[in-house]
């Protein structure tokens, strides 16, 4: 077997919370809790859980956007929870995020070329402006948006073509790793499901991995090779997609399942 | 009679000194202990359409511009505002997506609920707050004596919900709004929800309007549906029916962009395109620039009704062969 490409080894990482009055002690919240899993090259793992599990925690502290209190990452075989800043940065490249609101992530003030274009420069892959302009063009018709918007603001798109442009954003780098946080979860059911098709379809083309965080047991199934269930912290159950769905073993997992809302055609298929 | 009935309702926007239309003629009715689902995706009109039943566009730059709203044979456009007040809040009550746009986050639930009771009927404030105590057990807080005293931000968001739903049920109502109740909670809460107002429903006799952009959870909860596109009714039938035998080709792209849990499938049939703006003019269907089947004639004229069924019908003018 080949060594995977992320390997995470008893993960945890707590807040701590001030509580307010002189005498109250501080609390403490153990949002990633000692979880551990591997994602190979071209694998899509998804986590999958309630909201306050702490799917966002995992994606934060992966991204050093969160201090890990303790456990090990390693990626491509270094520990990246412990390394310096100044060695992590390099890495920030080859591990990139996608978020629910890619409003927010992007810059309202900078045109649609220079919000793709910022990272080619930062990372240095792009030697001229021409060269710089043909990956944005090139970029922009991978995610299916006419290379004309280059010019156009973050504010006249729609939610759904401003997820394009993050997606955009994200593979004009040529990552390793994407981490998904909820990248579909604002979006109409339509939009979804094309947004949806368009992360697959980038997956499948360029083999990267993906660790892709939802609440939403139909998108997971859509789009994962494997899926670990988290609840409280902790991963209760991880296994293929085809085992969690068709077979789950963990009560909390057919839990979940059971309460999702269906329309009854769709059962009937099964 | 119909305990609500909505016929050929108009809603415009005032904007830039335009009245520009956002609701264009629906009609649905509800009967009594019936539950209506309202489908579709943002921005077609079903927030506006609950509002506008409620009264409550006072004060926005929405107007009726058309139409009539009736409830138990009354006709609510015609009502003063006292009057109006009279009937919202207990013959009809409205819960919204966040529960925080009703509840007030400095006072204790327990009190709201009380001044919701004696705003509406002759009660004392001993009597209420039993009464509101009640009401809390009813929609399964835990330990209501010692809940009511509770301010919301003390509550989880399921718990927020279900007293929305107790306060909106405090006057006994005979119609229930529920504009996308458990769009912001967990599948788990959301189902613990969806199955109280069910509950209630059965116990109480309410009818329901629940509005929704997720046709699992219409398909799961309502005896008939309605589903809106860009400010009309594109298709209605009763559930079964609906799902038996799709009708319009904008309720088998909703259908089909639904990544679904009980099954593998490849490529999710997405609608391409998007809910135009309530600014954009469209000539014909205003579906037809995202519909797969579009010809000459959806271009050119809009579709009228087309009746499939005994009550289900379709505004495509390929109604009966957009059914397989
Ligand atoms: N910076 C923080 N400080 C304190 N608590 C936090 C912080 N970030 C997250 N939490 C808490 O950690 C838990 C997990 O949160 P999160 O990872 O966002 O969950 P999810 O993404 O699964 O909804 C929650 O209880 C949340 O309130
Ligand atoms: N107060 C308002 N001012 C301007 N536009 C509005 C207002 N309220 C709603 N709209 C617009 O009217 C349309 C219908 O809105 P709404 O009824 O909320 O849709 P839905 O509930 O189906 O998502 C949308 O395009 C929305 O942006
Ligand atoms: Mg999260
Ligand atoms: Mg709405």
Sequence with gaps: ????????????????????????????????????????????????????????????????????????????????????????????????????????SLNPRLTIARTLGEPLFIHKLAKSREEARRKIGETLELVGMDPAVMSRYPHEFSGGQRQRIGIARVMIVEPKLVIADEAVSALDVSIQAQVLN???????????????????LGVVRHISDRVAVMFKGQIVEMGDKHQIFEAPKHAYTQELLSAIPRVASHREAV | MPLLEVDNLEIAIAMRGQLLPVVRGISFSVDEGETLG?????????????????????????RITGGDIRFEGQDLRQLNRRERRAIMGSRMAMIFQEPMTSLNPVYRIGDQIVENLRQHQK???????????????????????????????????????????????????????????????????????????????????????????????????????????????????????????????????????????????????????????????????????????AQDICRRNEPKQHRIGNEHTSHCHFAEEAAP
Excluded at chain 1, 53 to 62: D, E, M, N
Excluded at chain 1, 200 to 212: C, D, E, H, N, V
Excluded at chain 2, 199 to 217: F, N, Y
């Design chain 1, 198 to 216: 368009l992360i697959k379809r980038l997956q499948r083309k360029s083999g990267i991995a993906m660790l892709f965080i939802s609440h939403d």
């Design chain 2, 123 to 293: 009660i004392s404030q001993k009597a209420a707050r039993a009464r509101a105590i009640e009401l809390l057990e009813l929609v399964r807080i835990p330990e209501p004596q010692q809940r009511v005293d509770s301010y919301p931000h003390q509550m989880s968001g399921g718990q927020r919900q279900r007293v929305m739903i107790a306060m909106a049920l405090s006057c006994d109502p005979k119609l229930l709004i529920a504009d996308e109740p458990t769009t912001a909670l967990d599948v788990t809460v959301q189902k613990e929800v969806l199955d109280l107002m069910a509950d209630l429903q059965e116990r109480m006799g309410t009818a329901i309007v629940l509005i929704s952009h997720d046709l699992g959870v219409i398909a799961e909860t309502c005896d008939k549906v309605a589903v809106m596109y860009r400010g009309k009714i594109a298709e209605a039938a009763p559930t079964d029916d609906l799902f038996a035998r799709l009708a319009h080709p904008y309720t088998r792209g909703l259908l089909n962009s639904i990544p679904v849990v009980d099954r593998d499938v490849e490529w999710l049939e997405a609608i391409p395109g998007r809910v135009p703006g309530i600014d954009e003019d469209i000539e014909g269907c205003a579906f037809h620039p995202r519909c797969p089947r």
């Design chain 2, 38 to 62: 309202i489908v579709g995706e943002s921005g077609c009109g079903k927030s506006l359409t609950s509002l506008a039943i409620m009264g409550l566009l006072d004060g926005t730059p929405v």
């Design chain 1, 1 to 104: 077997m080949s060594a995977p490409l992320l390997s995470v080894r008893d993960l945890k990482t707590h807040f701590t919370v001030k509580q307010p009055g002189l005498f109250s002690d501080d609390r403490i919240v153990r949002a990633v809790d000692g979880i551990s899993f591997d994602i190979e090259p071209g694998e899509v793992l998804s986590l999958v859980g309630e909201s306050g599990c702490g799917k966002s925690t995992v994606g934060r502290t992966l991204t050093r956007l969160e201090e890990a209190t303790s456990g090990v990452a390693e990626f491509e075989g270094q520990d990246i929870l412990q390394m310096p800043p100044a060695a992590f940065r390099p890495l920030r490249r080859d591990i990139q995020m996608i978020f629910q609101d890619p409003f927010a």
